[in-house]
């Protein structure tokens, strides 16, 4: 999933900008993207950032009314997020020498109150999507995984699920080709992880995209390779 990020001091443009992507998105039905911050604070934005450790298309007011600059945040966006989308917004030209001295590769730069706004917004979604779609293509995601003091990558979209051994400090990891027992704990992996992979017990960590069907009576969820899980009550409504 490719999350958007809008930081934007002016309460009334925020919620503009977050409607025109809202919208977009919703008539977009093929790309699996949504907005999981909008706000004012810039220090908001890299709380989450930090936490989401995921790819982001950031919409960023060059003027905020903040300890820092959209300038400023970008860079530290940078450090997080160093293939991330990033668009500037403001209502001068002025600050463009700014964003190529520092090099943060910008995808666009909107100048606020044109009548092109909306459809520079909606270019820049397609755009950081495409370019996303592309990358995920032929860079799949992996993890790092050691086993009998070797260390290896495994592709993630492999993984079917992972069980935690109960009473031990290791875990089975279930896949397309074998069962891998490996020590680490269920926490430890799952922070790893990209967002595909849901928590849906505490013994359990699994792959959305290898769940076949969810038995809400039983209480378990079907699996490709003729795997099933448990679901805890909790984390019903999440699957």
Known sequence: ???????????????????????????????????????????????????KKNTGL????????????GIDLACKIRQYDPRGFIVFLTAHHEHMPSILHFKL???????????TVKAQ????????????TIYRTQHKEQILIRKNNSN????????????????????NIYTTESVLECYMTLKEISEKMPDTFIRCHNSFLVNRNHIIKL?????????????????????????
């Open 105 to 115: 590769e910008a995808m666009d730069y909107i100048i606020k109150g044109t009548e």
């Open 152 to 171: 290896f990558y495994l592709d993630t979209d492999k993984i079917i699920f992972v069980e935690a051994i109960k009473n031990t400090h290791k875990i």
């Open 215 to 239: 038995d809400k009576s039983k209480h378990i969820i079907s699996l490709t390779n003729g795997y099933s899980c448990d679901v805890s009550l909790r984390m019903m409504k999440n699957i």
């Open 58 to 69: 950031y919409f960023l007011d060059i003027d905020l009314k903040s300890h820092m600059t």
């Open 121 to 132: 917004i909606q270019a820049c979604i397609q755009d950081a999507w495409n370019k996303y």
């Open 1 to 51: 999933m490719l999350y958007i990020y809008i930081c934007e001091d002016q309460k009334k443009q925020l919620e503009s900008l977050k409607s025109v992507i809202e919208k977009y998105l919703f008539r977009q039905k093929d790309m699996d993207m949504k907005i999981v911050c909008a706000t004012s604070d810039p220090d908001k934005v890299l709380e989450v950032v930090q936490e």
